[in-house]
């Protein structure tokens, strides 16, 4: 009978939304204190469920505001956007959480001050151990980290930490006991560039990037390996072999065509924007994810950015092709648009301040992979611009 109970208690929790209760589409995330700044969360049902002193509580953002240092729950199926003032990264699902992560580190780029801080959150009720290994600098890092170290952090239940990166590493390489969340940020003048980054386990070997046709000059990208002897392919740009794990290779790209990168190895492939108040990082999805449109929370005045296929190219991500096609499409209705995308950024600027940010999108299904990769259209959708 006790049992019976429980369920039928569990079952209602469930039906009635409530964000303490974990499900499929539970996303836990943390406001960094390193970035005072207004927090807020764009795309999230009204509830959420604040987890602190080893338990979660229901409540809402009129009860109790966000905090910095807290990790927070909602489960929603399609995006939400943390966000540090205008600025905001995608909170990812806890499934996609993993224990494996390497970190990057812009280097100094036209003389502009960059800092950069790293965060961590432990979204579990259980205590965690948190590695960080720093690698030593390569020699054009500006603030070369003369010695390899590796930090050993205990973190306690719904336990968060963030601190600034003093010199810059060419990856700095994270190992946990459990899954975690881990944070990118930068202050680059005014503005937050901040982003959830995916764990090894989800990197792909095909990307595409869009340069952003407002910002060409400002574009930069990272790639970070996770394993020794990477064979990274620009295309158009660059064909180099990464000889060590958890290295990474800095390019500015330009023009207004997107960039496919290849690789011989699974990689992480990191965005940026770098232009004052016109700042943002972006972690891109590799191209074996599909993408639904209708996971893709819609924005004001935004910019989303996509592949699409054409329906009879059914080829293998390992065949992918060079991406030659690609269209413009202004104010594009959404029952217009392709039922199956790849590789989604959204972005957007305020009308007033001009400010800039950006991150992935409709990145909900780790498990839907797609093996229709070959001969891509490219189609970058231009909303309200």
């Known amino acids: 009978m006790f049992e019976m109970l429980s ?101 100094d780029i036209s003389a502009q001050n960059i800092q950069h801080f790293l965060g961590v959150g432990n979204p579990t009720n259980t205590d965690i151990v948190v590695q960080i290994r720093y690698t030593k600098g390569n020699r054009f890092s500006g603030k070369i980290c003369q010695n390899e170290s590796i930090i050993m952090l205990p973190l306690g239940a719904y336990e968060t930490i963030d601190f600034k990166i003093s010199c810059q590493n060419p990856g ?62 620009i295309i158009g740009f660059d064909n180099v072999i990464i000889p060590n794990k958890y290295d990474s290779i800095q390019r500015r790209i330009s023009g207004s065509y997107p960039i496919t990168i290849r690789s011989s190895k699974p990689v992480s492939v990191i965005l940026y924007i770098t232009k004052g108040n016109e700042s943002a990082s972006i972690n891109i999805i590799p191209m074996k994810y599909k993408i639904e449109e209708n996971d893709i929370t819609h924005m004001t005045f935004p910019w989303y950015v996509f592949a699409s296929l054409n329906p009879s190219e059914t080829l293998e991500e390992g065949e992918l092709s060079i991406f030659s096609r690609f269209y413009y499409y202004t104010n594009i209705s959404k029952e217009n648009l392709p039922q199956s995308i790849y590789g989604c950024v959204a972005a957007k600027t305020t009308l007033n301040t001009k400010e800039f940010s950006g991150t992935n999108c409709g990145f909900v299904d780790r498990n839907q992979v797609s093996i229709l990769l070959r001969f891509a259209y490219i189609i970058i959708l231009q909303l309200m611009c």
């Open 7 to 107: 369920l039928l208690f569990l079952i209602l929790s469930i039906c009635s939304g409530d964000p303490c209760v974990k499900d499929e589409s539970s996303r836990s995330f943390f406001f960094m204190k390193s970035i005072p700044t207004r927090y807020s969360v764009y795309g999230n049902p009204y509830e959420f469920c604040v987890c602190k002193n080893n338990s979660c509580s229901r409540t809402n953002e009129t009860e109790s505001a966000y905090q910095n240092s807290t990790i927070y729950r909602i489960n929603e199926k399609r995006d939400v956007h943390v966000r540090y003032g205008y600025s905001r990264h995608n909170a990812y699902k806890d499934s996609f959480l993993g224990t494996e992560y390497v970190v990057p580190v812009l280097q």
């Open 172 to 233: 700095i390489y994270i190992n946990s006991s459990d899954k975690i969340i881990v944070y990118s940020a930068a202050l680059i003048q005014e503005s937050v560039m901040i982003e959830q980054l995916l764990s090894v386990e989800l990197w792909g070997s095909s990307y595409i990037v869009f340069p952003f046709r407002n910002t060409l000059h400002d574009n930069i990208i990272i790639v970070l390996t996770a394993y020794d002897n990477t064979t990274v392919h």
